[in-house]
Each structure stands twice: as C-alpha cells, then as structure tokens.
C-alpha cells in the first residue's frame, strides 16, 4: 500500500519514529503499529533500540526500491 511504503521512507529518512510521525501527521503509536505489521516481511527489517532505529542491510535496499516505487507515483 503506498500510504504504507510513504510511511516507510519518512521513518528511514529520519530514523525516528516521533519525528516521523510529526511529518505525517500521525500518532507516534499509529505509525510504530504500521511498522511492526510491515517488518512481519523481511525485506522491511528496522532495528530498534533505545537509541533508536537502524536499518538492515536488505531494510536500505528496499528503502530506495519504495523511494523509487512512490517517485514514479507521484510523477504520474
């Protein structure tokens, strides 16, 4: 869903979800919720710690495939 994948690259670009949230307008729970349910796939792996998020090596390669994927919808 490309709500979902938007919600994604702001999380990634600003590796935190607080921030994140504030830029989409959403609640700092809603958005952690939409990210667990979307980490269930490998591909979207966040690591999270107390100091905050990282992204796995196969999380960065899909981080430009949904820049890329969102790019191309938003230049249609």
Request: glycine share 2%; proline share 3%.
């Amino acid at each position: 869903e490309l709500s979902l994948l938007r919600e994604f690259i702001v999380a990634v670009q600003t590796l935190n979800y607080t921030k994140a949230a504030e830029i989409l307008h959403l609640t700092q729970p809603t958005l952690s919720k939409h990210i667990v349910a979307m980490e269930k796939e490998p591909l979207l792996a966040l690591e999270r710690d107390d100091a905050g998020s990282e992204l796995t090596e196969s999380g960065n390669v899909f981080a430009a495939a949904a820049l890329q994927m969102v790019d191309t919808y938003d230049d249609a």
